[in-house]
């Protein structure tokens, strides 16, 4: 489980690393691969990520790493209409409803086999 996200306007590289559970190479890398993620970026450079951005390094981290999307998989899910909110769609409700029709399928079968 992820530490909550304090009330802070912003939120440095390490900080972000630390409440995300991702490396802060790991970050800069998907600065480049999902256009939604760009940090302001002050003097020498340091990034300082708002609490919105924190929420989508969240969902990107659970595509990739939780769900085992693709880079292009997760980049995908996130500009798609359906995800809504910056791609937090109900994903555990989501599963939770795939299982159900995944046991209900399973008890037809085997109704049917005897």
Known sequence: MLPTIPSKRYFTIGEVSGLCDVKPHVLRYWEQEFAQL???????NRRYYQKHEVILIRRI?????????????????????ESGNHGQDSSPEGSEGQTRIK???????????G
């Open 61 to 81: 981290r659970e595509l990739l790493y939780d769900q085992g999307f693709t880079i292009n998989g997760a980049r995908s899910r996130l500009n798609s209409p």
């Open 103 to 113: 046991e209900a399928l399973a008890e037809i079968i085997e109704g049917l086999r």
């Open 38 to 44: 760009n940090p302001v970026k002050r003097r020498g």
